[in-house]
């Protein structure tokens, strides 16, 4: 089955800073990657996924970049801001699961 | 437009005994995927249901069971609870399939096992 993996566990950046997180799948037939963040005493919440027929995405402050062939994709903060302390998970799914790695605690400083 | 429910929000059990978490999906949606959380281990995936069938089943075992009914509300029940059942077990609801969608996520239940 696909399991996911995640890193860094954890990340402390100044606030302007850029952040980065990445993981990795086993499944290659996995096609669906999204990105949650996950506030104090909050479910995570969706803030950018990306489909398998895109190598790149972005909104704003965040981009995702996939690379299929050595199955990992990573999510990219720039300019970071107090407020984008929280957990962030990634996750992948083929038709089958939807599996999630293991969280990114990220703390951003002022 | 309301968010996904669930009740209750905070739970304290005994081992041995059962337990009942509900879940309240987005008006509209008809999956409903629970997830176990505990720290270090992320969201490990329980099981989905849609239109009132279980889709997949995650590895768990078979203390943990959920149903779904005609209203898209589900619950999932743990029996015979141990000390490593303590978890936040989140509910997720989507318009299809989890495996493609943008999952919304509930507040989660924070399960405590004494």
């Known amino acids: 089955g696909e399991n996911v993996e995640q890193h860094p566990s954890t990340l402390s950046v100044q606030e302007g800073d850029s952040a980065v997180i990445k993981c990795t799948y086993s499944?290659?037939?996995?096609?669906?990657f999204p990105w949650y963040k996950q506030e104090l005493g909050k479910g995570p919440q969706l803030i950018i996924d990306i489909r398998s027929n895109v190598g790149e995405k972005k909104d704003q402050r965040i981009a995702v970049t996939l690379n299929k062939t050595a199955k990992h994709f990573s999510l990219h903060i720039t300019e970071t801001q107090p407020e984008d302390s929280a957990v962030y998970f990634c996750?992948?799914?083929?038709?089958?699961?939807?599996?999630f790695g293991t969280g990114t605690r990220l703390q951003v400083f002022p | 437009k309301a968010g996904v429910t669930q009740t209750p929000r905070y739970l304290i059990k005994t081992r041995g005994q059962q337990v009942t978490l509900s879940c309240s999906p987005i008006?509209?949606?008809?999956?409903v995927s629970w997830y176990q959380q505990t720290p270090g281990q992320g969201l490990q995936f329980l099981f989905e249901y849609f239109s009132e069938t279980q889709r997949n089943k995650g590895n768990f075992p078979g203390r943990f069971s959920g149903r779904q009914f005609s209203n898209s509300r589900s619950e999932m029940n743990v029996s015979t609870l141990e000390l490593g059942d303590s978890a936040l077990y989140l509910c997720?609801?989507?318009?299809?399939?989890?495996?493609?969608?943008?999952?919304?996520f509930g507040s989660g239940t924070q399960l405590s096992v004494l």
């Open positions: 008006s509209g949606h008809r999956s």
């Open positions: 499944d290659s037939a996995s096609n669906y």
């Open positions: 996750a992948a799914s083929n038709t089958d699961k939807l599996i």
């Open positions: 997720a609801s989507s318009w299809r399939e989890s495996t493609n969608e943008k999952l919304f």
